[in-house]
């Protein structure tokens, strides 16, 4: 039977969809999602997410669709297609309501601010965005300017997520991301001053020359900022896909005993400091309505992580973004070239996709509740599909080491995460995706 550090070594999707976009295709193509647009519910709030793909420098550690540009003319380019985008996606059976917008990348906090008026008014003519909408955008601290902010606030901006990762020199050498205390205060500063009330920091454990004290102090600094909230990821190493984190020898990672500490330090002492744990890998103020979605059992986790937002659909806009529909998953072309090549021939620049069977929604379902709430009632789920729990006697077979070694509980039918195990989660949740190769290397490390 397997050991916990056998079990671990196990690589696993993070299940920010279920199926995971490695299964997605090409038999879901622009007609197909043009289709798909047209049977969406005019009634429905439904939330949108553009993508910026660039950054002024590469973090070594990046797993993001992204790359560096040294001038500023391919933003600027790329902007005048994502307004092309959103015209050609808006002409749906109504003005569609949207409720949610997130910007996300790379970093579109380096877009100018003349751009970021462009594509706000695009989006506000192509859709109707509530009153209320939260805007939430992904935002690179370092040379974060009061202009760039003051236009996000002008078009609504709500919520910001600022990348930390960690403070220590040598771990920021290592990754190739310098950034001083003073860029991330002064950038909370900024944001606060005009008005954006909720924001999140990212920071990342088992980087590069990470050790138990310097984590200690970089979690110390968060704290001291009281963001609203934090999310702490586990580095996801997988050169073979991202060739630049080939760049970080391997001999100075952290083992798997060292990432498992780092993300129970983080635990505590974000708990100790009064902030809800929210899945595997986010904290939340109680106030938070990231902590009130979990009290109340809205929580769900979508691209972007955990999130608040009940939305059914989500259109993505940009290349390589991903939209969630009723019927199933349309991911966009990556390559920004070809991405301009389908917007010129007026074409949505679907890339594919996956239909979403039965099947898929009964596996979709019991992982996204446990990845959120951290169990999962497989009877609940069975009986509302109206399927007998005995389809789920494979995955409880792939439970059962997990069992033997106290991560999980099953509890009739009930399973549930360890107290001490949360970051066990997405393995507990792998037992139940139907598509993933066994001792596959394709995904990164799961704690
Ligand atoms: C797209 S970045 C947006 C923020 C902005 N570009 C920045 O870096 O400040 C979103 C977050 O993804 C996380 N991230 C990126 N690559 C990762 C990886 N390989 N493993 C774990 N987290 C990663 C980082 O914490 C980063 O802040
Ligand atoms: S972590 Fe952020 S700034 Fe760094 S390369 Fe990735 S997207 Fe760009």
């Not at 902010?149 to 930390?164: E, N, P, Y």
Request: charged share 20%; net charge neutral; with cysteine.
């Amino acid at each position: 039977m397997a050991t916990i550090p056998e079990l671990f070594s196990a690589q696993v999707p993070r299940y920010t969809s279920y199926p995971t976009a490695p299964h997605f295709h090409d038999g879901v193509n622009g007609t197909v999602y043009r289709d798909w647009l047209a049977r969406l519910n005019p009634d429905e709030p439904l939330s949108l997410y553009l993508h910026i793909p660039f950054c002024d420098t590469l973090c070594f550690f990046c797993g993001c669709h992204t790359s560096v540009v040294n001038h500023y003319g391919p933003v600027r380019d790329y902007c005048r297609l994502l307004e092309r985008e959103i015209a050609l996606v808006a002409p749906m059976p109504a003005w569609l309501p949207v409720q949610h917008i997130h910007w996300g990348g790379g970093s579109p906090t380096l877009l100018e601010p003349d751009d970021i008026a462009r594509l706000t008014a695009a989006i506000h003519t192509a859709f109707d965005i509530r009153p209320d909408a939260e805007f939430a955008v992904e935002v690179d601290p370092r040379g974060l300017s009061r202009e760039t902010v003051q236009a996000l606030a002008k078009g609504g901006l709500t919520r910001a997520s600022i990348g930390v990762q960690d403070c220590n020199i040598e771990v920021q050498r290592a990754i190739n991301r310098l950034q001083t205390k003073e860029q991330t205060i002064t950038a909370m500063e900024m944001l606060r001053a005009a008005g954006v009330a909720s924001i999140n920091l990212d920071l990342i454990y088992g980087l590069p020359k990470q050790t138990l004290p310097g984590w200690q102090q970089t979690l110390d600094f968060v704290a001291q900022l009281e963001p609203d909230r934090v999310a702490v990821f586990g580095y996801a190493h997988v050169p073979k896909f991202k060739k630049h984190q080939a760049l970080i020898p391997q001999s100075l990672l952290p083992g798997l005993d060292e990432r498992f500490r780092m993300a129970e330090l983080a635990r505590n002492f974000l708990s100790g400091c009064g902030y809800v744990p929210i899945g595997m890998d986010h904290y939340a103020k109680p106030g938070d309505s990231l902590a009130q979605a979990l009290e109340s059992g809205a929580l769900a986790r979508n691209f972007q992580g955990y999130t608040a937002d009940p939305a059914r659909t989500l259109i993505g806009l940009g290349a390589s973004s991903i939209g969630s529909l009723p019927q199933g998953y349309v991911q966009n072309v990556a390559n920004v070239p070809a991405y301009r090549a389908l917007l010129a021939e007026n074409k949505l620049p679907v890339a594919r996709g996956f239909r979403l069977g039965k099947v898929d929604r009964i596996y979709r379902e019991i992982i996204e509740t446990l990845m959120c709430t951290l169990k999962v009632d497989l009877d609940t789920v069975a009986r509302r599909y109206g399927v007998s729990k005995a389809i789920f006697a494979d995955a409880m077979k792939i439970l059962e080491p997990m069992r033997i070694e106290g991560l999980v509980s099953v509890e009739g039918n009930q399973i549930l995460m360890e107290k001490a195990w949360p970051s066990a989660v997405r393995l507990a949740a792998s037992a139940f995706d139907q598509y993933l190769p066994r001792n596959s290397a394709a995904h990164s490390s799961s704690i």
